[in-house]
């Protein structure tokens, strides 16, 4: 049989012609398939088109839907466990972040002994939250527009800064100390670790150079923490030692003080007394204290002597003109090492059974702020209550004159 030549040519050579498919078999039957298809689909259609179809004729598959349990919720405490339960080798790291846990969240973390808890474990204990609420500032019937801005000042009835702003303290007690932590403000992580970490009853004295001073007094505030301003005054060795501009010099003119002095109680509202800094020149002249003195109490505040200073003349020029005032009986952190202010914390312990009261200070630097807290953890245990500075000022306690520079 021939092929036509058209396959011939088009066929790849050496490969012999396909056998026909079954279509082609068909091929010339269907002149008469194809009609009868033809009325098959159009009866089909018809079909359709009668008894319709439910989804339109849009295309649709089928997916099967398997249900899976949720799984189980794990317990917080058990994460907690499990997180805080390092292999032996790394006992170090978990101290440390327990350590990160005390600073950044205020909690108190101890690891008892002798107890059932897990080796390792961390226990957290979460203090109690403080319900003492310290009264709004500023108090539009306790202040006046100065040169330098908002000023305290005393209102009707002989209503005093020292009074609205002070933190309310209703408890009793044998043995009570009250702690002022002064240079608040300056350093970011210093002013956040005491805020957050130092019980609320600790005062607070802000320095009036730092930023932000308004956001970081309500912040305090809301914490608890009654406030104090901290005021530069001139040092012994002034200017070698600078506390800062607008500095209450000894030789200035009393106008001129005042005029500084101003300026640094503009610098934020609520606080109820003043505290020096540094100061051992000017607080040893009574000549120069003296209009200081008489100012500060006029605006209805008190003042703190940080105990620093030797041969201080505050209290004698705030006694003629019955200027509230107190002097710390122990400078906490005088020597920066761990033992030093465990030692003055003992001491100031001992004051507190031995005469009721005991008052001190301490700066804020980051390891005081650590021994305080931990100091202040178990206070009342040892039958000693926290309160705050304006008790000293407001007629809690006589006037004391011995300070850790006299010993």
Known sequence: MSEPSDDILTRPLGVDAPKPSRLALLKPYMRYVAPALGGAAAIGVGLLAWAGDPHGGEPRATATIVVREAPAAQNPAAVASVEAQPEKAASSSSHSSAQEVEKVSGVTVTRPAGTSAPEEAVIIRVPTPDSTHLASAPDPRLTERGRHGTMPKIGEGRLRALDVYARPDNGSGSARIAVLVSGIGIGQA????????????????????????????????????????????????????????????????????????????????????????????????????????????????????????????????????????????????????????????????????????????ASAQQLSIDRIARWARDLESRGIRLVPVSTALRGGRPTTKLSSADR
């Open 190 to 361: 210093a002013t956040a670790s005491a805020i957050a970490r130092l019980p609320p009853a600790i005062s607070l004295a802000l320095s009036p150079y730092a930023s932000d001073l308004e956001k970081t007094a309500a912040r305090a505030r809301e914490a608890g923490h009654e406030l104090l301003l901290q005021t530069p005054m001139e040092p012994f060795d002034y200017p070698d030692s600078d506390p800062g501009p607008q500095t209450l010099l000894a030789s200035s003119r009393p106008a001129e003080n005042l005029d500084r002095l101003a300026w640094a109680m503009s610098r934020f509202s609520g606080f109820v007394g003043l505290v020096n800094f540094m100061g051992g020149k000017l607080m040893s002249d009574s000549n120069a204290m003296e209009p200081v003195m008489k100012e500060v109490g006029a605006r209805g505040l008190g003042f703190i002597d940080d105990g620093a200073v030797q041969g201080s003349k505050a209290a004698e020029s705030a006694g003629k003109f019955k200027t509230p005032n107190a002097r710390a009986e122990i400078v906490i952190d005088a020597v920066a090492r761990p033992d030093a202010i465990d030692r003055e914390l003992a001491h100031l312990e001992a004051q507190a059974k031995k005469n009721g009261f005991a008052l001190g200070s």
